[in-house]
């Protein structure tokens, strides 16, 4: 069973709720200086937010093009969209360690693997810079594995573990909406040469959505209660408490800001209140010197960076205009979700009960999802709860296996998703 997604009133209100006054400067802008450990809007994230509304502008010229029957110069506008698109993609704070990674993996093809080793080193670095917003525990083992095959001489292990480590830096809150929209302007390429301009101009819509959510994404409540979360957690663990309440404070504020806002409807207006009140209870153990408190703080952050990602991944789906969306797609992102919180209250917050209750709801999303899904679907989410079930057995289990293999569900679910756009 398969239906059309259209744009909901919601998602129109959640794009224009993102957005909050300022300026966003140029691409050559000079990062600001900051006292505060951990990340605020840097650079390259205005860079992405600067370069999508130019990609907005060229994409809105190539409907207007369209309208009047200038095929040509929307051919041109759309070149020029695709083009800052992957200006957007070289801006992605995680380009850097792939990048390393791609290095590392080429000089495999003539050199020792020994000499290689030291290839590694940058790499380790690039991803303690990242790791605020990428789950990167996953990676740094893939990267440990690659290491002990190039000490073995094992070229071709070394290389399947580079790749692998390649492969799992996803930085889903971008990439999803990143390829959402491309593909929208490859539809629209197609169409036009089809001379199929109403079709080109459904799909011009959808892309406009993409960019839209791309050039807020930065300014919206929930990914600034994120960024003070991290830094809460940052300045816990260095001893500034002082800082640490200044932080889980304008994370409250943020947090209640995006409650506000009035888009985030059901579950993740239940999870905003539960975090903004676990907030508040954490703030106050600051006060009180409450002992435990930097996993406390910690899992702050790994519930709003998993919110984070399934608002992405849900209005991704809202705003779908032309392709066919599978209705597995939100059962699958919604557990994905729970997949996430089980993680944060098993190994972070030593939650043994809360993490029961998370994969019995993330089973209960796959359950739903089955009856419509594929045959390939139905396989890989026939396996996810095999793992789930697995890790039930045992949630005292606070290791890196079970990190790992958390991480690997993850990662499977994610590419589920991404594979039903």
């Not at 508040?280 to 009180?288: D, I, L, P, Q, S």
């Not at 809360?354 to 989410?381: F, Y």
């Given at each position: 069973?398969?239906?059309?997604?259209?744009?909901?009133?919601?998602?129109?209100?959640?794009?224009?709720?993102?957005?909050?006054?300022?300026?966003?400067?140029?691409?050559?802008?000079?990062?600001?200086?900051?006292?505060?450990?951990?990340?605020?809007?840097?650079?390259?994230?205005?860079?992405?937010?600067?370069?999508?509304?130019?990609?907005?502008?060229?994409?809105?010229?190539?409907?207007?093009?369209?309208?009047?029957?200038?095929?040509?110069?929307?051919?041109?506008?759309?070149?020029?969209?695709?083009?800052?698109?992957?200006?957007?993609?070289?801006?992605?704070?995680?380009?850097?360690?792939?990048?390393?990674?791609?290095?590392?993996?080429?000089?495999?093809?003539?050199?020792?693997?020994?000499?290689?080793?030291?290839?590694?080193?940058?790499?380790?670095?690039?991803?303690?810079?990242?790791?605020?917003?990428?789950?990167?525990?996953?990676?740094?083992?893939?990267?440990?594995?690659?290491?002990?095959?190039?000490?073995?001489?094992?070229?071709?292990?070394?290389?399947?573990?580079?790749?692998?480590?390649?492969?799992?830096?996803?930085?889903?809150?971008?990439?999803?909406?990143?390829?959402?929209?491309?593909?929208?302007?490859?539809?629209?390429?197609?169409?036009?040469?089809?001379?199929?301009?109403?079709?080109?101009?459904?799909?011009?819509?959808?892309?406009?959505?993409?960019?839209?959510f791309l050039s807020v994404d930065i300014y919206s409540p929930l990914t600034k209660a994120k960024k003070s979360l991290w830094r809460?957690?940052?300045?816990?663990?260095?001893?500034?408490?002082?800082?640490?309440?200044?932080?889980?404070?304008?994370?409250?504020?943020?947090?209640?800001?995006?409650?506000?806002?009035?888009?985030?409807?059901?579950?993740?207006?239940?999870?905003?209140?539960?975090?903004?009140?676990?907030?508040?209870?954490?703030?106050?153990?600051?006060?009180?010197?409450?002992?435990?408190?930097?996993?406390?703080?910690?899992?702050?952050?790994?519930?709003?960076?998993?919110?984070?990602?399934?608002?992405?991944?849900?209005?991704?789906?809202?705003?779908?205009?032309?392709?066919?969306?599978?209705?597995?797609?939100?059962?699958?992102?919604?557990?994905?979700?729970?997949?996430?919180?089980?993680?944060?209250?098993?190994?972070?917050?030593?939650?043994?009960?809360?993490?029961?209750?998370?994969?019995?709801?993330?089973?209960?999303?796959?359950?739903?999802?089955?009856?419509?899904?594929?045959?390939?679907?139905?396989?890989?989410?026939?396996?996810?709860?095999?793992?789930?079930?697995?890790?039930?057995?045992?949630?005292?289990?606070?290791?890196?296996?079970?990190?790992?293999?958390?991480?690997?569900?993850?990662?499977?679910?994610?590419?589920?998703?991404?594979?039903?756009?």
């Open positions: 069973m398969k239906r059309h997604g259209a744009i909901t009133l919601s998602a129109c209100c959640l794009l224009l709720s993102l957005v909050i006054p300022g300026t966003v400067r140029s691409m050559g802008i000079e990062e600001r200086a900051s006292g505060i450990p951990g990340r605020v809007i840097t650079s390259g994230e205005e860079a992405i937010s600067s370069t999508a509304v130019r990609a907005l502008r060229h994409i809105a010229q190539a409907r207007a093009d369209i309208h009047e029957k200038n095929v040509d110069h929307a051919r041109a506008e759309l070149k020029q969209s695709l083009a800052l698109l992957n200006d957007i993609k070289a801006a992605l704070p995680t380009v850097k360690v792939k990048d390393y990674i791609w290095v590392a993996r080429k000089h495999l093809s003539y050199e020792d693997t020994k000499e290689i080793i030291p290839d590694l080193i940058p790499v380790y670095t690039s991803l303690k810079e990242i790791e605020d917003i990428v789950s990167v525990d996953r990676v740094r083992e893939l990267i440990a594995e690659a290491r002990r095959n190039l000490e073995k001489g094992n070229t071709e292990d070394a290389r399947k573990a580079l790749q692998s480590a390649e492969d799992a830096i996803v930085y889903s809150e971008i990439d999803l909406p990143l390829v959402y929209t491309e593909k929208h302007l490859i539809a629209a390429q197609r169409f036009l040469a089809g001379n199929e301009l109403q079709k080109a101009d459904t799909a011009l819509k959808s892309a406009e959505d993409g960019v839209r809460a957690g940052k300045h816990y663990a260095a001893g500034k408490l002082a800082a640490a309440r200044k932080d889980l404070k304008q994370a409250k504020t943020s947090l209640a800001a995006a409650i506000k806002t009035g888009v985030y409807k059901t579950k993740a207006e239940a999870e905003l209140n539960a975090l903004l009140k676990d907030a508040e209870n954490t703030e106050a153990g600051v006060e009180k010197s409450k002992k435990r408190l930097g996993a406390d703080i910690r899992s702050l952050w790994e519930r709003a960076k998993a919110l984070s990602e399934h608002s992405a991944e849900r209005l991704s789906t809202a705003l779908q205009r032309l392709r066919v969306t599978s209705p597995v797609a939100a059962d699958i992102i919604d557990a994905k979700l729970h997949v996430a919180y089980a993680e944060t209250y098993q190994i972070t917050a030593g939650r043994p009960d809360k993490a029961a209750s998370e994969i019995d709801k993330a089973l209960a999303c796959i359950q739903r999802a089955l009856p419509n899904a594929d045959s390939v679907t139905e396989a890989q989410l026939t396996v996810i709860t095999r793992y789930l079930k697995e890790i039930k057995t045992d949630l005292n289990r606070r290791d890196m296996v079970v990190k790992l293999l958390y991480e690997n569900i993850k990662s499977e679910l994610r590419t589920l998703i991404r594979n039903l756009y």
